[in-house]
């Protein structure tokens, strides 16, 4: 019976990481390859050299362009598991040299932002369920109404100039690290504080029409002492679940802030590699975040049942 428990809870789960991850990179393998657009041609055009039929083919060969893709896809994905992820075809320079730098700017701001936002998101959404007519259940609603309709870029620009240019607080472009992250942290975190506000208050709501939250008033505990007593553990569960298909924001979701603050980040160079169809660039961050997003909604998973054993995870991974 060991070996049927181990199968459920590690090979099993195991197994389908490592398919959702193989077939997600595969997709976006022959995805990168259909978008407009020739990789040789766009390098020849910008290093200003005549085209001819015999230097793209010299080129594309070099490249292994001129391979099946089939072909081209088992030599890329052997490279990425032993980390020789080849050379830039824009700069000449190993990808791993290009990436690794730049990956720790990102990191600090994606993760540093969602951290921000989570720790006032829980805040707000708990103060909103307590009073719903207050203070913090109206910042709430504007958090999320401004999240989705105002423009990052633009909320970035505006940020920039009134914080650096007009009250001159911050060096954003020639202070030092912090302040250089200041303000991206803080553009990321704005953009997520109202969907994570609205996720925690939609848990507390939930533990307020409770049966057992009557018992507590009930019993002489205050409103807001009863409700973060017995609500707080099952609103982390619904604001795991809520958020969990956002942990691709903490990788992928910086490229605005990066590049209006000018942090010279992983995003900022990926979107330079979209434009010059840098598919040995391109092809590795994909690959990255999917690792990220395949590990994490699991790993989200795995909490959510430490918090309520109750929790079947065979529904979500598909293999009960």
């Known amino acids: 019976m060991k070996w049927l428990t181990a199968s459920r809870y590690v090979v099993l789960p195991v197994a389908s990481v490592g398919a959702s991850w193989i077939a997600v990179v ?23 050299v005549r085209t001819t039929d015999e230097l793209i083919a010299a080129y594309r060969a070099e490249w292994g362009l001129d391979r099946s893709l089939v072909v081209q896809f088992a030599i890329w994905l052997e490279g990425f598991v032993s980390l020789d992820w080849g050379k830039s075809f824009v700069t000449g320079q190993a990808v791993t040299a290009e990436l690794f730098p730049r990956a720790g700017w990102s990191a600090a701001i994606g993760f540093s932002g969602m951290a921000s936002a989570i720790l006032i998101g829980y805040g707000l959404g708990f103060l909103a369920a307590l009073k719903p007519a207050g203070v913090a259940a109206c910042l709430s609603r504007l958090f999320a109404i401004g999240g989705q309709a105002l423009p990052a870029f633009a909320v ?28 991206p942290i803080a553009l990321v975190a704005f953009f997520s504080i109202g969907s994570v506000s609205r996720l ?19 019993k002489g505990l205050g409103r807001g002492e009863a409700l973060w007593r017995h609500g ?13 298909p956002d942990l691709a924001w903490v990788i992928g979701g910086t490229a605005v802030a990066e590049i ?11 979107v330079a590699a979209v434009a010059e169809r840098d598919y040995p660039v391109l092809q590795p961050y994909i690959a990255l975040v999917a690792i990220w997003l395949v590990v994490g909604l699991r790993l989200t998973a795995i909490l959510r049942r430490s918090l309520d054993p109750r929790i079947d995870l065979s529904l979500e991974v598909g293999h009960r």
């Open 200 to 218: 925690v208050l939609v848990g507390f709501c939930e533990v307020l029409n409770a049966p057992y939250m009557r018992t507590a008033l009930a």
């Open 232 to 244: 707080r553990r099952h609103a982390v569960i619904v604001l795991l679940a809520g958020i969990a």
């Open 156 to 183: 970035g620009l505006i940020v920039l100039w009134v914080l650096a240019a007009e009250l001159q607080w911050i060096r954003p472009f020639s202070g030092g690290v912090v302040e250089r992250l200041l303000l």
């Open 26 to 48: 595969a997709v976006s393998f022959l995805l990168i390859r259909l978008i407009p657009g020739d990789p040789v041609e766009i390098f020849i055009n910008h290093m200003n």
């Open 260 to 270: 209006v603050f000018g942090v010279p980040g992983l995003s900022e160079r990926i």
